[in-house]
Each structure stands twice: as structure tokens, then as C-alpha cells.
């Protein structure tokens, strides 16, 4: 079971509307951390978003821990805050909330 508390993963749901957001497309969603995990990334909304693709390797999802992500949708180690790194949305670029 995950860790995501269910407010948090409700709120990604909410925001995303059953679609990828960073394609748009209507698809099975995965809820990825821009700043992982392992890089000190919490699970806040403003640092999840759902994503099309399956595990790390297809998708939106894939793409996202591919050499080259779109802007925003893997941040890096250190002092980034997901609240002040923009994300290339579907519709795009746009700043997420907790």
C-alpha cells in the first residue's frame, strides 16, 4: 500500500480529471513525485501528479524518468520546492499547490 496519504491522493485525482497531465490523455494514471522520493520529495500535491504509462518505463510516466523530462516533471536533489518549479501541463506551464 502506498504512502500518499488519501487527502493528497484525492486532491491529485481532483485536479488531473481522469487525464494525464502531461499528455491529456483519457488513460489508466500513475501518481509520480516530480522530486522523488529518494531526492527528499514529499508527498504533497504540489509535488505528485498522475501520469499515462505503467512503472517507469511507459507513458507519460516513462518519459518523466527518461534522460530528457519535460520541464517540471523530474526536479532535482537539493532545495527545489515543487511550489516555486513550474510544470509543463497538458494545457501548460503552470505552478501546482498543496
Not at 484525492?10 to 485536479?15: H, Q, T
Not at 501528479?49 to 517507469?56: D, R, S
Amino acid at each position: 500500500m502506498s504512502a500518499i496519504p488519501a487527502k493528497v491522493r484525492a486532491a491529485v485525482r481532483e485536479r488531473a480529471a481522469g487525464r494525464c497531465e502531461g499528455c491529456g490523455k483519457v488513460a489508466p494514471l500513475e501518481l509520480h513525485h516530480r522530486k522523488y522520493r529518494s531526492r527528499g520529495g514529499k508527498h504533497t500535491a504540489a509535488n505528485i501528479v498522475a501520469l499515462c504509462g505503467w512503472g517507469n518505463h511507459t507513458g507519460c510516466h516513462g518519459l518523466a524518468h527518461g534522460p530528457n523530462p519535460p520541464q517540471g516533471w523530474s526536479l532535482p536533489s537539493g532545495q527545489s520546492d515543487p511550489t516555486k518549479e513550474m510544470f509543463l501541463h497538458h494545457w501548460g506551464l503552470i505552478y501546482l499547490e498543496d
